[in-house]
T-cell receptor, first 114, second 113 residues
Framework: NAGVTQTPKFRILKIGQSMTLQCTQD?????MYWYRQDPGMGLKLIYY???????DKGEVPNGYNVSRSTTEDFPLRLELAAPSQTSVYFC?????????????FGEGSWLTVV | AQSVSQHNHHVILSEAASLELGCNYS??????LFWYVQYPGQHLQLLLK??????LVKGIKGFEAEFIKSKFSFNLRKPSVQWSDTAEYFC???????????FGDGTTLTVKP
């Protein structure tokens, strides 16, 4: 019953450092997403993917990169961490089916940039 | 432009009070509609969804929502809230054949015991 698994759960970065948030799902979903959640700002889509080898920018892609080499994995890369990237990051996945694209979320990764 | 708006940023209710959280969207085509809930310290999970058929949708924990196409709305309701309903609630809309959903800014519900 793993669902969507993301790591790490907590991380503190210094300004200018880089890191990768890992995300994997075991539901064979075509669609995968990265969101960030800031207090009072709701969920903002960073990047998403509709299948292996395909990625698209969301609402707030600047400062991030993604790749989708397999159906299961969708890592999010921060190249030069900035304080504005302090946030909670959620990876998610979904599938296009007759029941209408329910999104399944991971448990979140709390990132602080200092 | 396609958008989703939730009218209330923070709602405070006493136990047993009735709840209605507003959600409106701007789009003239086919939509799939969702309400997600995030309990304190937990990740988001689906509360209920509409994709076709009966516009009155029932979800978990006694929640329901009604899709009113003419008003572009999908308001969430519960007749009698409990302290355990304290959470953040997000409305989300999938516009047409888009591969992604757009989320509202969320409504924080606090239920006083």
């Amino acid at each position: 019953n793993a669902g969507v698994t993301q790591t790490p759960k907590f991380r503190i970065l210094k300004i200018g450092q880089s890191m990768t948030l890992q995300c994997t799902q075991d539901m064979n979903h075509n669609y995968m997403y990265w969101y960030r959640q800031d207090p009072g700002m709701g969920l903002k889509l960073i990047y998403y993917s509709v299948g292996a080898g395909i990625t698209d920018k969301g609402e707030v892609p600047n400062g991030y990169n993604v790749s989708r080499s397999t159906t299961e994995d969708f890592p999010l890369r921060l190249e030069l961490a900035a304080p504005s990237q302090t946030s909670v990051y959620f990876c998610a996945s979904s599938n296009r089916d007759s029941a209408g694209n329910t999104i399944y979320f991971g448990e979140g990764s709390w990132l602080t940039v200092v | 432009a396609q958008s989703v708006s939730q009218h209330n940023h923070h709602v405070i209710l006493s136990e047993a009070a009735s709840l209605e959280l507003g959600c409106n969207y701007s789009y003239g085509g086919t939509v799939n509609l969702f309400w997600y809930v995030q309990y304190p310290g937990q990740h988001l999970q689906l509360l209920l969804k509409y994709f076709s058929g009966d516009p009155l949708v029932k979800g978990i924990k006694g929640f329901e929502a009604e899709f009113i196409k003419s008003k572009f709305s999908f308001n969430l309701r519960k007749p009698s809230v409990q302290w355990s309903d304290t959470a953040e609630y997000f409305c989300a809309v999938k516009f047409g054949n888009a591969g992604k959903s757009t989320f509202g800014d969320g409504t924080t519900l606090t239920v006083k015991p």
